[in-house]
C-alpha cells in the first residue's frame, strides 16, 4: 500500500496513525488465547446453573432447589416471617400457595400482602412484592414466578382476614451484588 500526500506533513501525520493501528491490533492479537478462544461469562437462565469443571467441560443443571415454608396468618394485622437475611445472598420467590378456609368473611375477600420488612416482625412495608385477594374456601397456586428480594430483608406476610393458609417456595442467590430490583 503507497500514501500519496499532499504534502510531508499529512504523511507522517498517516504515516503514524497506521504505526498506532498496528500496534493495537498486536496488542489485540497478542492477548488472544493462542487456541482462538475468547473470553466468556456464564449466567444460568431462570433457574438454571451454569459452570465449567475441572476438566473444562460446560456444564447445565438446574438451579438450587427451592426451600418452602408455611404460615398460618391467623391474626389480622400481624407479620409473620417465611424468611430472613442470608448474608449478601438475595431471596427469590419461584412460587406460592394460599387457601383462605372457612373463616374467611363471606361477603369479602382477605386482601394479603407479601412485602420486604427490615425486621421479621414488623408489618411496616419496606417494597410490596405481591398483593392480592382470596376468598373463603378459596385456593390460589402462583407457581413460576421469579420475584428477586433485595439484600438483608426480611420476607414477611399480613393479612386483612384471618386464617389464611401460605406457603411460599424460593430459594437464596449470590449475585455478586448485581442483582437489581425496584424498590
Same mark, same amino acid.
Given at each position: ?13 498517516? *504515516? ?24 466468556? *461469562? ?17 456444564? !447445565? ?26 448474608? *449478601?445472598?438475595?431471596?427469590?420467590? &419461584? ?7 372457612? +373463616? ?6 382477605? &386482601? ?6 427490615? +425486621? ?7 417494597? &410490596? ?6 376468598? +373463603?374456601? +378459596? ?6 414466578? *421469579? ?18 393458609? !401460605? &406457603? ?16
Amino acid at each position: 500500500m503507497s500514501i500519496i500526500a499532499d504534502n510531508k506533513e499529512s504523511e507522517t501525520d498517516m *504515516r503514524s496513525l497506521l504505526a498506532q493501528q498496528i500496534k493495537l491490533l498486536e496488542k489485540i492479537a497478542l492477548s488472544t488465547d493462542p487456541a482462538g478462544a475468547m473470553p466468556v *461469562r456464564l449466567m444460568g437462565n431462570g433457574s438454571q446453573q451454569v459452570q465449567v469443571n475441572s476438566a473444562g467441560e460446560l456444564i !447445565v443443571s438446574d438451579g438450587p432447589y427451592d426451600l418452602s415454608e408455611f404460615n398460618e396468618l391467623g391474626t389480622i394485622n400481624t407479620a409473620y416471617n417465611f424468611f430472613g437475611p442470608k448474608g *449478601r445472598e438475595q431471596f427469590v420467590i &419461584t412460587g406460592f400457595l394460599v387457601y383462605g378456609d372457612k +373463616q374467611v368473611s363471606s361477603s369479602t375477600n382477605a &386482601t394479603i400482602v407479601f412485602y420486604e420488612s427490615s +425486621q421479621p416482625d414488623s408489618i411496616v412495608v419496606d417494597r &410490596t412484592l405481591v398483593q392480592f385477594e382470596v376468598g +373463603q374456601n +378459596q385456593s390460589i397456586p402462583f407457581p413460576k414466578i *421469579r420475584i428477586l428480594c433485595n439484600v438483608g430483608k426480611y420476607i414477611n406476610a399480613k393479612t386483612d382476614d384471618d386464617d389464611i393458609h !401460605v &406457603t411460599i417456595f424460593g430459594h437464596y442467590v449470590d449475585l455478586n451484588g448485581r442483582g437489581e430490583t425496584n424498590g
